[in-house]
């Protein structure tokens, strides 16, 4: 089973910048996809975006288009999820998740990376 | 607000049977796209409880079972146990937004 490894938890102001990450343990296999899942406080699963690791072909849900950048390095098997001015609200536990094809299952989640945005 | 339509919440005794309703449209699971459960507990990342409408993973006791019908699926749990207190969501792919929906999660309380 492959491992999805996401980078620790982050505490953030308003307007900072961040980036998270997710690495997954078959480096050397790039072609699946990975998609970026945003849990916020006492809220449901929220799909954000996807990106394919062989291409970086990037799809986002139109609730977060424009407002975070999904990125990958297929040298390393990681995809990345960037805000360039974080607000209060993007407050939330974020999961990296990967299906077998892009209309699969689910079968492989990373732990998920908390971030904070707070004054 | 979800694509998909779960009940908020559901609950029941230990041993009974409790069925969790996921309700779509023709853009994801009325079409040919499969519906995936998930169990998500407290401080842990969501586990695949099945896939493919009616599949389960290695290790997910037989109490899960799953159908899709049309626009509709369904995840059953006969013999509650404790353990199975969390939240638990359906997720398809949605041919129009060309990515993953979810339903807003149903908390089930095993009373």
């Known amino acids: 089973e492959v491992q999805l490894v996401q980078s620790g938890a982050e505490v953030k102001k308003p307007g900072e910048s961040l980036t998270i990450s997710c690495k997954a343990s078959?480096?050397?296999?790039?072609?699946?996809?990975i998609g970026w899942v945003r849990q916020m406080p006492g809220r449901g699963l929220e799909w954000m975006g996807l990106?394919?690791?062989?291409?970086?072909?990037?799809r986002y849900s139109p609730s977060f288009q424009g407002q975070v950048t999904i990125s990958a390095d297929k040298s390393t098997a990681t995809a990345y999820l960037q805000w360039t001015g974080l607000k209060v609200s993007d407050t939330a536990m974020y999961f990296c998740?990967?299906?077998?094809?892009?209309?699969?299952?689910?079968?492989?989640w990373g732990q998920g990376t908390q971030v904070t945005v707070s004054s | 607000q979800p694509v998909l339509t779960q009940p908020p919440s559901m609950s029941g005794a230990p041993g009974q049977r409790v069925v969790i309703s996921c309700t779509g449209t023709?853009?994801?699971?009325?079409?040919?796209?499969?519906v995936h459960w998930y169990q998500h507990l407290p401080g842990t990342a969501p586990k695949l409880l099945i896939s493919?409408?009616?599949n389960r993973p290695l290790g997910v006791p037989d109490r899960f079972s799953a159908s899709k019908s049309d626009a509709s699926a369904s995840l059953a749990i006969t013999g509650l146990q404790a353990e199975d207190e969390g939240d638990y969501y359906c997720?398809?792919?949605?041919?129009?937004?060309?990515?993953?929906?979810f339903g807003g999660g149903t908390k089930l309380t095993v009373l």
């Open positions: 998740a990967r299906p077998r094809h892009i209309s699969g299952a689910l079968d492989s």
């Open positions: 078959d480096f050397g296999f790039t072609n699946y996809w």
């Open positions: 990106i394919f690791l062989g291409d970086s072909e990037t």
């Open positions: 023709s853009s994801n699971i009325g079409s040919v796209y499969d």
């Open positions: 493919g409408n009616v």
């Open positions: 997720q398809s792919f949605d041919r129009s937004l060309g990515g993953w929906v």
